[in-house]
């Protein structure tokens, strides 16, 4: 067993989850999904999704007939693999320590479904609250915490380049770790 640092904090990180969409390639049932399951992986979540065949459709249905069969085509597989993915999502939480979240995509239609919500602490002056407050006073959100997600959504999407580099510096900094001397 790999040696598991704790995280600033006292957290223990869960395992290495490298090989974790080989692994989940490899146990979905063939023919989900028509290419290769999207994997997404931070250290509470690993979501599955999966690309899902477009229904046949009329050539004059109408942007909102083809979300509806969109949408179907998604409830359907949901409720037709409900024991097949939670046999494989036991088998991802037991082997990556980490909660299963699974999606589906049909057209330009996505659902996710049975996905994590983890609570985060932080502390906030006046001026941060009266921002949230502000957003919620305005009903871009229903609450400080609904707001607090919508910004970090916001920074996420502006900055995903920046994001991306320090992740990747990151990984880089735990495989050096890996490689390190034994202690």
Not at 63 to 81: C, L, P, V
Not at 101 to 106: K, L, S, V
Not at 136 to 161: I, Y
Request: proline content about 7%; charged content about 30%; overall charge negative.
């Amino acid at each position: 067993m790999p040696v598991r640092f704790a995280a600033p904090g006292g957290r223990t990180e869960p395992p290495n989850a490298d090989d974790a969409a080989a692994w989940i390639t490899g146990a979905l049932p063939d023919g989900w999904f028509t290419e290769a399951p999207e994997v997404v992986i931070d250290r509470d979540e690993i979501i599955i999704w999966g690309r899902l065949p477009r229904p046949d459709l009329p050539e004059d249905a109408t942007d909102a007939d083809r979300a509806a069969g969109q949408a179907g085509r998604i409830s359907g597989f949901r409720e037709e693999t409900r024991e097949a993915r939670i046999r494989v999502a036991r088998q991802v939480e037991h082997r990556y320590q980490r909660k299963v979240a699974w999606g589906a995509r049909c057209g330009e239609t996505s659902e996710l479904y049975t996905h994590l919500s983890a609570p985060v602490m932080t502390r906030l002056r006046q001026p941060e609250r009266q921002v949230l407050d502000t957003l919620v006073d305005a009903g871009v959100a229903r609450s400080r915490s609904e707001a607090l997600a919508w910004c970090v959504k916001l920074v996420g999407r502006h900055t995903e380049d920046w994001l991306e580099e320090l992740r990747s510096a990151m990984t880089r900094v735990d495989e050096l770790r890996r490689r390190g001397p034994e202690a």
